[in-house]
């Protein structure tokens, strides 16, 4: 089964900034919706951040607009989502998903509609 695979995670300093990737090899990421979510231990994971597939439009949730953003680059195969101004609050785990369906619908996209889910990379932010 094709797999995302997310990068660019790492320790940064509070109101320092990273850019996370999700490629996936055979698997044609703008036919597809894609999410980002976030987990930290002992809560639910949450959807930070999707973009539909094709020319669709994008979403971000209320407590990371201004802040984070999501691109995609057809020519790389590749979902990024830039993170700026961290906070110790976003220390987590992200993952990149999608719904597995082409070219279906909008965004946000719901856990439940998640069909394949990335390994997840590692975000720490420090005082």
């Known amino acids: 089964q094709v797999q995302p695979v997310e990068s660019g995670g790492g320790s940064v300093q509070a109101g320092g900034s990273l850019r996370l990737s999700c490629t996936a090899s055979?698997?044609?990421?703008?036919?597809?919706?894609i999410g980002w979510f976030r987990q930290v231990p002992g809560k639910e994971r949450e959807e930070v951040s999707c973009i539909a597939s094709g020319a669709g439009g994008t979403y971000i949730a209320n407590s990371m607009k201004g802040r984070f953003a999501i691109s995609r680059d057809d020519a790389k195969n590749t979902v990024y989502l830039q993170m700026n101004g961290l906070n110790l609050e976003d220390t987590a785990v992200y993952y990149c998903?999608?719904?597995?369906?082409?070219?279906?619908?909008?965004?946000?996209?719901?856990?439940?509609?998640?069909?394949?889910w990335g390994q997840g990379t590692l975000v720490t932010v420090s005082s």
């Open positions: 998903a999608t719904n597995n369906v082409a070219m279906l619908g909008g965004c946000p996209l719901p856990n439940s509609d998640v069909e394949i």
């Open positions: 055979g698997f044609t990421l703008r036919h597809y919706k």
